[in-house]
């Protein structure tokens, strides 16, 4: 799926088109410290309701940390990737109407009515957000591909996206975000989301994808990827259990 906000909306009233302009460049700094997904009971709170304007303008704990901006940043980011297009939510926040529309669809079934973010829901929408990350606040058109009918890529995408990134996932909404990277064989530094220096990136790069997931799709994009996290005397292992919704970024 390519994600290009030079692209011009079809129509200026159109939320999905829209969508893609203006949500292509999501800072570090909004994702490490909203009050969305960056306090543990606001993200459970996320987590175990379904994704409509109901459940979180109900719950008095999302409701208030709607009234952060880089929450509302980020749940721009959380709407897009999980619903899809043609859907999506607009919620109250002081008295103004803020629209959050769906694009990719990776987890339709929380914005039901009942619905849920599951383990699964939690892995495909962490992969797909992180994926997205700029250093800079720049919008930069991108192909999101996984193991997903959603992120299917056709030939001529793959023809005008053919240099491969990274691959990202993790969990967003854990009590301690785990916000991953694995480089291809070819990769060396991940500019767009870390800027100039892997060392003090928001995101863990934890190695080779080679190492750390099964073997690439016929896209490129590699699944179940495996992060890094610290035992007792700080030294970084591998995860035994594999994230499932990991998203490859390829790039023009």
Same mark, same amino acid.
């Given at each position: 799926?390519?994600?290009?906000?030079?692209?011009?909306?079809?129509?200026?009233? @159109?939320?999905?088109?829209?969508?893609?302009?203006?949500?292509?460049?999501?800072?570090?700094?909004?994702?490490?410290?909203?009050?969305? +997904?960056?306090?543990?009971? +606001?993200?459970?709170?996320?987590?175990?309701?379904?994704?409509?304007?109901?459940?979180?303008?109900?719950?008095?704990?999302?409701?208030?940390?709607?009234?952060?901006?880089?929450?509302?940043?980020?749940?721009?980011?959380?709407?897009?990737?999980?619903?899809?297009?043609?859907?999506?939510?607009?919620?109250?926040?002081?008295? @103004?109407?803020?629209?959050?529309?769906?694009?990719?669809?990776?987890?339709?079934?929380?914005?039901?009515?009942?619905?849920?973010?599951?383990?699964?829901?939690?892995?495909?929408?962490?992969?797909?957000?992180?994926?997205?990350?700029?250093?800079?606040?720049?919008?930069?058109?991108?192909?999101?591909?996984?193991?997903?009918?959603?992120?299917?890529?056709?030939?001529?995408?793959?023809?005008?996206?053919?240099?491969?990134?990274? +691959?990202?996932?993790? @969990?967003?909404?854990?009590?301690?975000?785990?916000?991953?990277?694995?480089?291809?064989?070819?990769?060396?530094?991940?500019?767009?989301?870390?800027?100039?220096?892997?060392?003090?990136?928001?995101?863990?790069?934890?190695?080779?994808? @080679?190492?750390?997931?099964?073997?690439?799709?016929?896209?490129?994009?590699?699944?179940?990827?495996?992060?890094?996290?610290?035992?007792?005397?700080?030294?970084?292992?591998?995860?035994?259990?594999?994230?499932?919704?990991?998203?490859?970024?390829?790039?023009?």
């Amino acid at each position: 799926m390519a994600l290009d906000p030079e692209a011009p909306a079809e129509d200026a009233g @159109d939320a999905a088109s829209q969508g893609v302009l203006t949500n292509n460049a999501l800072t570090s700094n909004a994702l490490t410290s909203n009050a969305l +997904t960056a306090e543990a009971l +606001t993200s459970k709170a996320l987590t175990s309701n379904a994704l409509t304007a109901e459940a979180l303008s109900g719950n008095a704990l999302t409701a208030e940390a709607l009234r952060d901006p880089a929450a509302r940043t980020v749940l721009r980011y959380i709407a897009g990737c999980a619903l899809p297009s043609g859907d999506g939510l607009t919620i109250a926040v002081d008295g @103004d109407e803020l629209s959050f529309p769906g694009e990719l669809g990776l987890a339709a079934s929380w914005g039901e009515e009942g619905g849920a973010c599951d383990d699964a829901c939690r892995s495909w929408v962490s992969g797909c957000v992180i994926a997205r990350l700029n250093y800079f606040g720049h919008r930069v058109s991108i192909s999101v591909r996984g193991d997903r009918a959603e992120l299917r890529a056709d030939k001529v995408e793959r023809a005008a996206y053919p240099t491969r990134e990274a +691959t990202y996932y993790g @969990d967003i909404f854990a009590q301690q975000g785990r916000y991953f990277a694995c480089l291809p064989p070819e990769g060396s530094s991940l500019t767009r989301a870390c800027g100039p220096s892997l060392e003090t990136c928001a995101i863990l790069v934890a190695g080779s994808c @080679d190492s750390l997931c099964d073997e690439p799709n016929s896209d490129g994009s590699f699944p179940n990827c495996r992060g890094k996290v610290p035992t007792r005397t700080g030294k970084l292992v591998v995860e035994k259990t594999p994230h499932p919704g990991a998203v490859t970024v390829f790039v023009r």
